[in-house]
């Protein structure tokens, strides 16, 4: 019998990189992406949490081969630097250009159908299609900026400023740049590209970072901006498959996203190929996927809704303020529950 053909929507993390590991299978497989490669996207840039087990069995290796490792992160609170904490293992700095354009080119190289420039209706869910779409919309609430700087000095190679209603992370990636990324409360500021994002900086109380971009010079061509995240929105749906944040969007403090992607795409992988071998049909296949997605990331995604305020809120931010102080933020235990 020949194997059954796999579609997925959306040409993201978790579709290029399952995508990949099918067509490694031999599983004849299309991917529709309703954009095109390269391209910038709105994310902190570094990943964490990834672990060896998603990264072999996705064959990741040689993508991520030449990501910057970040061992510290300095935490800044309105402008203070409180804390350098080291993690556990290396968080992975490498541009979202570079790393989405990697796995394109190998997934069509493994024989893939990439059909760029191709926007899906969601409505349909027919076997054997597999959505991966990224986030879902949220209200307007939240609007996320990033932007490539130059020359920008770091005090660690991660650094994450709390502002008001507001974070920024400045990481490290390739070509000796900085990727400079914040989740703000939209406002109204008449600026754009840089400009905005300064305008931003500032009016969450983060001048003394506005004026260190100030005096930096930036790839304009790298600003994106991406308006109504839904962070409040998990969807472990029973009636199609979904991954990375087509089925639940972490906060971005986390630098968890895209190891959740991966992850994802890791579940999905060997049962799509049971499927597509004949070994299994599609409504068992759904259920075996989506049941192991919600045992994997359930208590992730409520811990870090549970904390995202204390990021945001001035007030909940002197909690976490006076537990620093008081050498009392179990950061080790939390970054266990977050990832
Ligand atoms: C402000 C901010 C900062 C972040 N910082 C970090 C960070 O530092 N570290 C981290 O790990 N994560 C971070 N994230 C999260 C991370 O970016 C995502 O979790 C990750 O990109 C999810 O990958 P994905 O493949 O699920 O979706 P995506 O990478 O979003 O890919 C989805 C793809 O689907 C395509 N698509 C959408 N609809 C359709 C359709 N109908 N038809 C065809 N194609 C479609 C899109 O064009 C897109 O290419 C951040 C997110 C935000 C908002």
Redesign the pocket.
Known sequence: MNPRPIEI???????LSLGLALRRAEVPTTI????KYPRH????????GLAAPTIQRLGLAPFLADALQHREIAWFMREKRVRIQSLPSPALGLSRYVLDARLAEAFCAAGGILQGQ?????AAAPAGRVF????RRGRPTWL?L?IHAIDLPLARELELHLGDQAYV?L?RIEGGQVNV???FRRRELGAKGAGLLVGYLQAAGLGELASRLNQAAFDPASFCA?AA?GFDRQVFCSDRVQ????CA??P?FT???????FQSAQIAVDPLIAYAQGAAEWPETMRKINREIRARFRVRLASASALHPYFLQPKRQQWLSLLNRARLLPLRPLYAALH
């Open positions: 929507v959306g040409g993201g993390l978790a579709g529709f992406e309703a954009g996207r709105v994310c902190g840039e570094f990943i964490t191709t926007r899906i209706a969601e991966a779409m990224g986030r996320g990033k992370g990481s990324c914040g989740l991406v995240l991954l990375g944040d087509a969007m972490i971005p630098g968890n996203g895209m190891a959740m992607a």
